[in-house]
């Protein structure tokens, strides 16, 4: 009897590897970019109060979500698509959007669910080797788009080296596509990018209106068709979460995605509750886009993707943002003690915009990662490139500044 084979780029798939979790012995887990504070007793209790009704299904639109993430915002809810977890919504826009031997283009090293979600949505890979500072060489990327290219994967800030483009560098990135090619941000980690005039946590109330001349340079054109087309296309200018007045220099500005998404019909913004709200165990994730494609989205989805326990839960955190944007901070301190001790020491240490530091030891990776084991600290080393560690507790921080001082002292 004839063997079922399954497809020849699923069977070759690489592995997605998670960071490790404690086996007894370790007594300190900074594998995965997880958030060391616990969940706000709000959240906990909403989620035990919401468990009553586990025999229910949940919300399908998860409307209550989805209106609070549009007032966060200040969009209309037919931009807001919530998933299981900001993967779930990342695959979901690949399979609506390759065909067969489509092609979409990343940095690499970046995150690595990439490659394995555009091989099962039936894509070609496109990865473009990071600059020697560990950032994405945008121009190179905009060079390796073919006839063939549906979409630029930008991870920012990168997931593992912490570098974050800046406002000016997407925008370019931008104006160099053809205009059938999707920009996906990819920002699982905004919440930690600190920067000059950098808005606490992007707040679309801290700031509104992009003028003319802003819209204009990020694309203003497509964005005024592509309203029409969408009947409320909310162009750049009605509620724009940064301002554009020609008065920032977008060469170190960080990146306003919000902005870029109100101007350009390509943009799609993807974002997590992982991360700075710490609800990495419930996974739920979000996009943000222009109507039409977050109707595709919708379309292509998975039904009740998102459970009753994790739609409450993130609802909870978006009211409770104040509290948790605090802890977010005391993350970016203890991120920005580290860099600064590490640096001192004598490691080349890239820019960090991330809740975790990258060590680009190359070759020495399985080494630097057995010295952190040996301490008690799990890591995630990357092979060949280098150990990503999250940042934990001040002891634990500690710690991690002790071993790498340690290790480099012996080489």
């Not at 586990?54 to 998860?62: E, G």
């Not at 555009?118 to 990865?127: D, E, H, K, L, Q």
């Not at 073919?146 to 991870?155: F, N």
Request: hydrophobic share 45%.
């Amino acid at each position: 009897m004839a063997k079922v084979r399954l497809r020849e780029s699923i069977a070759q798939l690489p592995a997605y590897v998670p960071g490790a979790r404690p086996d007894g012995a370790m007594v300190e887990k900074l594998s995965s970019n997880e958030n060391p504070f616990p969940p706000l007793p709000g959240v906990v209790a909403a989620v035990s109060d919401a468990a009553a009704d586990l025999n229910r299904y949940p919300d399908l639109a998860a409307s209550r979500l989805v209106g609070e993430l549009a007032t966060r915002f200040a969009l209309e809810p037919d931009h807001v698509v919530v998933g299981n977890g900001s993967v779930a919504v990342l695959e979901t826009l690949l399979h609506a959007l390759l065909e067969p031997g489509d092609e979409v283009v990343y940095a690499w090293r970046s995150f690595e669910a990439y490659p394995i979600a555009v091989a099962v949505a039936g894509g070609i890979s496109v990865p473009v080797p990071l600059t020697a500072d560990a950032r994405h060489d945008l121009p190179a990327m905009a060079a390796a788009v073919t006839e063939r290219t549906k979409a630029v994967i930008v991870c920012s800030p990168n997931n593992p080296t912490g570098t974050a483009a800046t406002h000016g560098e997407v925008r370019d990135l931008l104006d160099a596509l053809p205009e059938g090619v999707l920009v996906l941000l990819d920002e699982a980690y905004v919440e930690f990018v600190r920067g000059p005039e950098r808005k606490s946590a992007n707040r679309a109330d801290e700031a509104r209106g992009e003028d003319e001349a802003g819209l204009a340079r990020a694309g203003g054109d497509r964005a005024e068709a592509d309203a029409n087309e969408d009947d409320h296309g909310n162009a750049a200018g009605d509620h724009a979460e940064g301002v554009d007045n020609g008065t920032h220099d977008d060469a170190t500005r960080p990146l306003d995605a919000l902005a870029l998404l109100r101007a350009d019909p390509r943009v799609v913004v993807l974002r997590t509750f992982s991360k700075a709200y710490g609800l990495a165990g419930l996974r739920v994730g979000y996009a943000l886009a222009r109507p039409r494609i977050a109707k595709g989205l919708r379309a292509a989805g998975t039904p009740f993707g998102v459970n009753a326990l994790a739609q409450v839960a993130a609802v909870e955190s978006l009211r409770a943002e104040t509290e948790l944007f605090a802890r977010v901070q005391e993350l970016v301190e203890e991120r920005e003690r580290m860099v600064l001790a590490l640096r001192a020491a004598g490691w080349d240490i890239p820019e960090a915009q991330g809740n975790f530091v990258w060590f680009p030891v190359g070759e020495r990776t399985g080494l630097l990662a057995e010295a952190f084991s040996r301490a008690g600290l799990i890591v995630r080393p990357f092979a060949g490139d280098g150990v990503r560690v999250s940042i934990g507790d001040p002891e634990a921080n500690d710690a991690v500044i002790v071993v790498a001082t340690e290790f480099l002292a012996t080489q």
